[in-house]
């Protein structure tokens, strides 16, 4: 039997690694690129995971941005809020992470999604 793959699951697939890379352009383009090769590959290799629905990439995509969220809320505020001005970047790229987030955690909780990892 074949399993059927919800269109929810492909775009969770492709798009999961927008809220944990979503930092403001400044922090991005100082970050040497070689660095941003291992959660690159990571996601490449999490994404063919949940495309061809490995039960582990259900759970690890869910620690992902569990994770994501809860530590950009954590550093949110400490992060934003300097000596002598307010990051406004980095506040609403953490705000936009931290709802991106859990956007994809409610899109995985689903009932579709479950039954799709399990057939």
């Not at 495309?51 to 969220?69: D, E, H, I, P, Y």
């Not at 992060?79 to 992470?97: R, Y």
Request: a neutral charge.
């Amino acid at each position: 039997m074949e399993r059927s793959r919800p269109a929810v699951v492909t775009m969770i697939a492709v798009f999961q690694f927008i809220p944990v890379l979503l930092f403001p352009p400044d922090v991005l383009l100082s970050v040497n690129p070689l660095l941003l090769l291992a959660p690159v590959a990571l996601f490449v290799f999490l994404g063919w995971a949940m495309l061809t629905l490995k039960r582990w990439a259900l759970m690890s995509c869910v620690f992902v941005q569990g994770f994501n969220a809860i530590a950009r809320f954590l550093i949110m505020f400490p992060q934003a809020v300097g000596q002598e001005s307010f990051d406004w970047s980095f506040l609403i790229t953490s705000l936009g992470a931290v709802l991106l987030s859990s956007l994809i955690l409610y899109l995985i909780d689903k009932p579709e999604v479950h039954v799709a990892f399990r057939a």
